[in-house]
């Protein structure tokens, strides 16, 4: 491995993950072997059915039955790897597991993950073996590790907690009165699940600035005539995990102070958070200088963020939220840690358009809300689309499971396909 290839690939590191890079590396094998298309002999000059289209042959059917198959039972084997997994970690020893030794950096699974019959239900729906020159993507693993997590979880599911933008509404939007999660939602809370928003969005305890953000959604509740006992399950959780809303039996959000939801995952002083935020401050405005951005740097009580005037790409937006990691990190003496395990948890994340710093992340977020409910990481589930090292939604890993969706229409899809599970298991 040459020094140029490393740099490159620490470049490139907070844009992969590593257990969707595994999965790939596996199943590109069967396709490189198996998928590539035979060259057909080119019809004869007197042949008149020549210019006809060529039916599909038994043999072609045959192969993408036999590829599938092979792509299956790549999956049911990375099913025994996440289940050996699961069990060491059991035992206090998951540094020993198979998988561990591939994929250094695997987190925690809080349930099994049925991969195989997950990739069976994309697989019938979007032929993924039948493709012969594009081999399984990113983003088909992505899609299938959703399905099986929410095969897995729906039996026990208790509470899903959602990112705001890009997850449930267009970044920078509202969500909207024709909006069509709000039927999804709606039926998750008459199954008594609770459902919480879990936003950077920091307006301090304003209920009217987070209403008018979803006053769709709560105008949704009122039309499907929600009893109160299935509203009091809805939450809004703003600035990460510093401002906390119920919702009331006539549709509006109420402030939930420290005193009614009392916790010790927030400890921190002001004057500790107003340090922390100087030196993201200092560090956001050193980035604009020295690459002579177009951006202002805006300052609330539990965050600081960039604001650009003019659209930045996203390798300048990842080098700000890097650059202010990596400042609060050596800040509170622990620049080989991750941003939620220093004394004062944060998140530096690219928000798409925007670069922020909040203080602490939607880990402790949805901790809170466990703590309130009563559930654990197994009956937990989190849908967000910024699960990249540069994201605000990559540390909920550590305290529930997750699905990883791009655009409020995936969401869709994956509330559909949990609708659809919820429903067969009753």
């Not at 844009?15 to 596996?26: C, N, W």
């Not at 301090?204 to 039309?223: I, N, T, V």
């Not at 901790?367 to 090292?389: K, M, Y």
Request: net charge negative; aromatic share 8%.
């Amino acid at each position: 491995m040459t020094s140029q290839y490393r740099v490159n690939y620490h470049l490139r590191a907070h844009k992969r993950d590593h257990l969707v890079e595994f999965i790939k590396g596996m199943l590109l094998t069967p396709f490189v072997l198996h998928a590539q298309p035979q060259p057909q002999p080119p019809p004869l000059l007197h042949d008149d059915h020549a210019a006809e289209p060529r039916m599909r042959r038994p043999s072609d059917e045959r192969a993408q039955e036999a590829n599938a198959q092979r792509y299956a039972e790549i999956f049911a084997s990375i099913e025994e790897l996440i289940d050996e997994h699961r069990a060491l970690h059991a035992d206090g020893i998951a540094a020993y597991s198979r998988l561990a030794k591939l994929v250094p950096s695997i987190g925690t699974f809080f349930t099994p993950l049925p991969l195989r019959q997950a990739f069976g239900r994309v697989n019938l729906r979007e032929r993924i073996s039948a493709r012969k020159h594009v081999p399984p993507s990113f983003n088909d693993i992505r899609r299938i590790l959703n399905i099986a997590q929410v095969i897995a979880i729906a039996p026990q599911l208790r509470m899903v907690t959602f990112d705001g933008d890009m997850t449930l509404y267009a970044d920078g939007q509202n969500f909207e009165h024709d909006n069509a999660l709000t039927d999804l939602l709606v039926s998750l809370l008459r199954r008594r699940i609770a459902v919480a928003i879990v936003t950077a969005a920091g307006y301090g305890d304003d209920a009217a600035r987070y209403e008018m953000r979803l006053s769709g959604l709560l105008k949704g509740f009122a039309r499907a005539g929600l009893r109160a006992d299935e509203v009091a399950r809805f939450f809004v959780l703003g600035g990460e995990c510093n401002f906390l809303f119920g919702c009331s039996a006539s549709y509006r959000l109420e402030y939930l102070d420290d005193t009614q939801h009392p916790s010790s995952l927030r400890s921190w002083t002001d004057t500790q958070v107003q340090q922390l935020l100087d030196v993201a401050e200092a560090e956001l405005s050193d980035c604009v200088a020295r690459m002579s951005l177009d951006a202002r740097i805006l300052r609330k009580p539990r965050a600081v963020g960039l604001v650009p005037n003019c659209q930045l790409t996203r390798e300048q937006l990842d080098e700000c939220a890097l650059s202010s990691q990596i400042a609060l990190l050596k800040f509170q003496g622990s620049p080989k840690s991750q941003p939620c395990d220093v004394p004062i948890p944060f998140c530096a994340f690219n928000g798409g358009n925007d670069c922020w710093v909040d203080i602490g992340n939607k880990l402790i977020g949805v901790r809170i809300l466990q703590q309130l409910l009563g559930t654990e990481p197994a009956n937990t589930l989190h849908v967000g689309d910024q699960f990249l090292s540069t994201g605000n939604d990559i540390s909920t890993r550590t305290a529930c499971c997750t699905c990883w969706i791009i655009n409020p229409q995936e969401t869709h899809s994956l509330l559909s396909e949990l609708e659809y599970v919820l429903a067969k298991n009753e």
